[in-house]
């Protein structure tokens, strides 16, 4: 009789302990993942308004559908799960599975607390580093990123790691740990990597990343590079891991120092006009420049079933000019790619094939070759920041350059390594 009474005691602890337990669960989950206590109307409301907006704006559904995805499907599912969404972090997470549906097409995606890190980062590098000119161009960036909605939004979420977190409950000690071992990653990661692959014939140059914020780092290193290998017949730059950053980059550290004279390079992009964009737009281009779809120029393999989504064309021209008297590589430039390659990395690619500046070497890119950065959104309940690529670009034939990328002077099969191609071409 006693034994159960002692096994009946433990039994009642035990259930006790697991409601207290549990409590303490539903309270942390509660106190963790609602920062901003949106009700569902409000999670709803911003869910409508960004179909609303990407159906109106967003430039890339054609690609979309070629993958075989029903956008409205899609739409109608994250619909219903929204409804179920019971907390801020569950509904920012969904928003996020809900983009990535489209595959990353023109960048599209929302900005989790370690991207909004990023961003806020380069505005803070670019008012040291830009001129007032680009500075003035980068406002309606800047206003959607200040916006106090979404600051306030960003301020409570971790910016260490990605994906959506609340700072709410996480220890001090953590953020700061992993914000220094970040850092610490960071400075270790090299974003050049110099090699002789036969002396005093071929050099051999990898770049990482285009990034912005290595942009005062690499700029002496690769003068002194460029100047040890000057008179090298063959100079491989491998982009095949780089994935874009700022167009800045490659124009002043890569370009500009090896002309002789200036170059001059234009593209076409097709624009759907909407009051979202428009400020975006007008960042970069006169009203004079944006042109009816209707005066677009005929290209040979436009597709015309896509035509009837634009408005506007731009023509984009834009000339770089030679920074020394004398180039500092005087031999034969040669640029390996793979479809890793987008955004501005894809832009200087584009570059290289439209003026001859260098030779290419590997698989199409990946595309994405812009005039400007995504522009960005905000939702007006939650303040999450969504970004995506306003302008359709073209390439020469008229194909689109998201879709088909561009394709280099000499294409490697599929079982063949880009720099042993090039190699061989150097030695032909």
């Not at 990661?189 to 942009?215: G, H, P, R, T, W």
Request: proline content about 3%; charged content about 25%; overall charge negative.
């Amino acid at each position: 009789m006693k034994k159960r009474k002692v096994i009946f005691g433990i039994f009642i602890s035990a259930i006790f302990l697991i409601a207290i337990l549990l409590l303490v669960f539903i309270k942390t989950k509660n106190y963790n993942e609602t920062i901003i206590n949106l009700t569902d109307e409000e999670k709803i409301q911003d869910f409508e308004y960004l179909c609303d907006i990407l159906d109106g704006t967003y430039p890339f559904w054609n690609e979309v559908a070629e993958r075989g995805i029903d956008k409205n499907l899609v739409y109608e599912k994250y619909k219903n799960e929204v409804h179920e969404a019971n907390t801020d972090i569950e509904f920012m997470e969904l928003v996020r599975y809900f983009l990535n549906e489209f595959k990353g097409y023109g960048h599209l995606s929302v900005l989790d607390g370690y991207m909004y890190d990023l961003y806020d980062k380069t505005f803070a590098l670019g008012l040291a580093e830009l001129n007032d000119m680009e500075m003035k161009r980068m406002k309606p960036w800047y206003d959607v990123l200040y916006n106090p909605i979404s600051k306030e939004t960003y301020s409570l979420l971790d910016s260490s790691h990605t994906g959506f977190r609340s700072i709410k409950g996480l220890k001090n000690e953590y953020t700061e740990q992993n914000s220094s071992i970040t850092a610490e990653q960071e400075t270790r990661e090299e974003n050049l990597l110099f090699d002789i692959i036969v002396e005093d014939e071929i050099a051999y140059l990898k770049i990482y990343s285009f990034d912005f914020a290595n942009i005062q780092t690499d700029s002496m290193k690769l003068q002194n590079f460029f100047n040890k290998v000057a008179q090298y017949p063959h100079l491989i730059i491998d982009l095949q891991d780089n994935s874009g950053g700022s167009d800045k980059y490659w124009k002043e550290l890569i370009v500009s120092p090896n002309l002789s004279e200036a170059k001059a390079f234009e593209r076409y992009f097709l624009v759907r006009q909407k009051s979202l964009n428009s400020p975006f737009l007008n960042a970069y281009f006169d009203e004079s420049d944006i042109l009816p779809i209707e005066k677009l120029p005929r290209f040979e393999k436009l597709q015309k079933d896509n035509l009837p989504f634009f408005t506007n064309y731009v023509m984009a021209k834009e000339m770089i000019y030679s920074t020394r008297d004398e180039k500092q590589f005087n031999g034969k430039i040669w640029v390996l790619t793979s479809p890793k390659v987008y955004s501005s990395s894809e832009n200087f690619i584009m570059f290289c094939k439209n003026t001859g500046f260098a030779t290419l070497v590997g698989t199409s890119t990946g595309g994405d070759g812009g005039i400007a950065d995504p522009i960005l959104l905000s939702l007006p309940n939650s303040g999450l920041i969504i970004r995506f690529s306003m302008f359709y670009g073209l390439n020469n034939d008229g194909t689109g350059n998201e879709a088909i990328g561009t394709l280099p002077n000499i294409m490697i099969k599929d079982d063949e390594n880009a720099l042993d191609i090039c190699i061989s071409q150097i030695n032909d």
